[in-house]
């Protein structure tokens, strides 16, 4: 076996997320999902995010903790190729890794200075479950970090699709403003694993406390009830 | 104390660089710089790269073995600030942090598949001690990781000030073609520690089994010897 070292948790990331289903699948690509990152007790130091708020993005490093500990997979079937092509597991960014640690670019939006669990972060984009363990804390660094014009491999030509919503005000009006706002904008992502394509199927997807109930069809997601969890 | 998880070294990366002296201070920054990544003997899975080629640039999330192990300090002094100014740790990419973790967007020059310690990979751009140990190796998504509008905190309005480098004929020529490249790179990001400003002090760096020996006065460094090491 290879050598090891061992990470400490520094602090939890706090979502809506307390399924699987639903998580965006990248850092980013729901901007009006907001998380809080709350940091260990022997971690909360306001000096260690001194000029955090000069940076509008930052790295998260995080445990994939909810993977089952069934060792790495070499080749994986990422969803953005529909499910049915295999890569190498270093091709993607799959959990299914021989370190399961995610790496996230998320927006910061405010420093919680004087929580009572604080300093906390209040973070956008973050693609990850409620209660994830987070590693590391990093600025993004635009001059290092922005690749632009990257060659994103199978990533490149198969620019996601994204769905209609129609979510009924009716039904809308059951949430508060902020969740709704996060909700379309997972639900735009098309949430269904990429093999499910039966109009009928109903899914429940289960953020912040809601269960929102809907269907696809013709590239429209229908929202049918929002049920209190 | 929080709790821990272990991480296994996937790989060590083998560069130019045995000593800490003259690397370069971010991932990109010095381009002709090239390094080996060599996988453990148990990662050495063609299959797991198998769609790699198609990515331009890698993410590798790395350890940083060479920091004394006396734990963290919630503020550092960043090289770009002049060595003079405290920021919190998580505001910068210092390696006295919590979990002692780096990193680093490199470009993917080649995977060498049938090396006899293959498959391997050789990079360009890392920031890394020769041995450095790699516990990931995730593709760049241009689409999710590329945020050319971020702001960078402190690092916007510190543009680095490149060095003019003089080098002369008759050294280079003591050099492969590949190593004076990396070289010139790696001297024109000044290597010099950001307090040291003394045009008569003699400054030795060690790349790819040679010393490098330079002063810096105005704006220009100049070799004035370079040695076998």
Same mark, same amino acid.
């Given at each position: 076996?290879?050598?090891?070292?061992?990470?400490? =948790? =520094?602090?939890?990331?706090?979502? !809506?997320? &307390?399924?699987?289903?639903? =998580?965006?699948?990248?850092?980013?690509?729901?901007?009006?999902? &907001?998380?809080?990152?709350?940091? +260990?007790?022997?971690?909360?130091?306001?000096?260690?995010?001194?000029?955090?708020? !000069?940076?509008?993005?930052? %790295?998260?490093?995080?445990?994939?903790?909810?993977?089952?500990?069934?060792? %790495?997979?070499?080749?994986?079937?990422?969803?953005?190729?529909?499910?049915? +092509?295999?890569? !190498? /597991?270093?091709? &993607?960014?799959?959990?299914?890794?021989?370190?399961?640690?995610? @790496?996230?670019?998320?927006?910061?939006?405010?420093? +919680?200075?004087?929580?009572?669990?604080?300093?906390?972060?209040?973070?956008?984009?973050?693609?990850?479950?409620?209660?994830?363990?987070?590693?590391?804390?990093?600025?993004?660094?635009?001059?290092?970090?922005?690749?632009?014009?990257? *060659?994103?491999?199978?990533?490149?030509?198969?620019?996601?699709?994204?769905?209609?919503?129609?979510?009924?005000?009716?039904?809308? *009006?059951?949430?508060? +403003?902020?969740?709704?706002?996060?909700? @379309?904008?997972?639900?735009?992502?098309?949430?269904?694993?990429?093999?499910?394509?039966?109009?009928?199927?109903?899914? !429940? @997807?289960?953020?912040?406390?809601?269960? /929102?109930?809907?269907?696809?069809?013709?590239?429209?997601?229908?929202?049918?009830?929002? @049920?209190?969890?």
């Amino acid at each position: 076996m290879s050598p090891c070292v061992s990470m400490q =948790i =520094i602090a939890r990331l706090h979502s !809506g997320f &307390t399924d699987k289903f639903g =998580i965006p699948r990248q850092a980013g690509l729901a901007q009006h999902v &907001t998380s809080r990152v709350v940091f +260990e007790p022997e971690y909360r130091n306001p000096d260690a995010l001194r000029g955090i708020e !000069g940076f509008s993005h930052l %790295w998260l490093i995080w445990g994939f903790d909810r993977v089952h500990k069934t060792g %790495w997979s070499p080749t994986v079937r990422p969803p953005r190729l529909g499910g049915n +092509e295999r890569v !190498g /597991v270093f091709a &993607t960014r799959s959990p299914f890794r021989p370190n399961p640690v995610g @790496l996230s670019c998320v927006a910061l939006v405010r420093v +919680e200075w004087d929580a009572p669990d604080g300093p906390a972060l209040i973070v956008a984009g973050a693609d990850m479950a409620d209660g994830t363990p987070v590693f590391d804390i990093k600025p993004y660094l635009p001059y290092a970090d922005a690749r632009p014009d990257a *060659a994103g491999g199978y990533t490149d030509s198969l620019p996601e699709r994204l769905l209609a919503v129609d979510f009924p005000a009716a039904l809308a *009006a059951r949430l508060p +403003e902020e969740t709704y706002r996060a909700l @379309l904008d997972i639900l735009r992502h098309d949430p269904r694993p990429s093999y499910q394509h039966d109009p009928a199927r109903e899914y !429940g @997807l289960s953020y912040d406390g809601f269960n /929102v109930r809907f269907r696809v069809s013709d590239g429209t997601l229908h929202v049918f009830d929002v @049920l209190v969890l």
